[in-house]
């Protein structure tokens, strides 16, 4: 099975501020990349699909890169809403999503 | 609208079983996988499998082999995951999922809203 590893577990930032977070694959998954934002008690919901394709309804605050195994999301200027655990998951073959990245936003 | 809305919660005592219910409406239900993801408390999210709509053919993840078992009635739209033997540490919220097929929309676009299954004696 392919493994995610994402970096780091946990950041703060503050509003206005740029912030990137890292997800590896543990083999390539050519660009079959999604991130997913999730707030507390609430289901995960869908920003970016296949590495950089911003979800329809997205803010374009929010940005995809990579291929092969290294993939980051970047949140050009962090606002308070954006206070939530982001997972990235591999979708080419079967499903693994990373560990989760929690993000403060002072 | 696309809804996917899932049965309430449970609460179950070791060594039985549970079945929740994912109930789709607003798209054709044969057109997208369900996946099945489970949260245990304060942790992330683990991928359990999917279900092909179309074939019935159920997916399971490595961990989720046996004592799980997707199954469908496409005559109502509505997905199934049944848990057997369950024990403390399948205490958890399941959330089902849709995701299309094609590669342009490989992604768990509308999920449910979650149900907790809490197993304790």
């Known amino acids: 099975d392919i493994q995610m590893t994402q970096s780091p577990s946990s950041l703060s930032a503050s509003v206005g501020e740029r912030v990137t977070i890292t997800c590896r694959a543990s083999r390539s998954i050519a660009g079959f990349l999604n991130w997913f934002q999730q707030k507390p008690g609430k289901a995960p919901t869908v920003l970016i699909y296949?590495?950089?394709r911003l979800q329809s309804g997205v803010p374009s605050r929010f940005s995809g890169h990579g291929s092969d195994t290294d993939f980051t999301l970047t949140i050009s200027s962090l606002q308070p809403e954006d206070s939530a655990t982001y997972y990235c998951?591999?979708?080419?073959?079967?499903?693994?999503f990373g560990q989760g990245t929690k993000v403060e936003v002072k | 609208q696309v809804q996917l809305v899932q049965s309430g919660s449970e609460l179950k005592k070791p060594g039985a079983s549970v079945k929740i219910s994912c109930n789709t409406s607003g798209y054709n239900f044969t057109n997208y996988y369900v996946n099945w993801v489970r949260q245990a408390p304060g942790q992330g999210l683990e991928w359990m499998g999917w279900?092909?709509?179309?074939?019935?053919?159920?997916t399971y993840a490595q961990g989720f082999t046996g004592r799980f078992v997707f199954s469908l009635d496409t005559s109502v739209s509505t997905a199934f995951l049944q848990i057997s033997s369950l024990q403390p540490d399948d205490t958890a919220v399941y959330f089902c999922a849709r995701e299309g097929v094609v590669p342009a929309a490989m992604m768990a676009d509308y999920w449910g809203q979650g149900t907790l299954v809490t197993v304790s004696s």
């Open positions: 998951q591999q979708a080419y073959s079967k499903r693994t």
């Open positions: 296949g590495a950089y």
């Open positions: 279900i092909n709509t179309n074939t019935g053919n159920p």
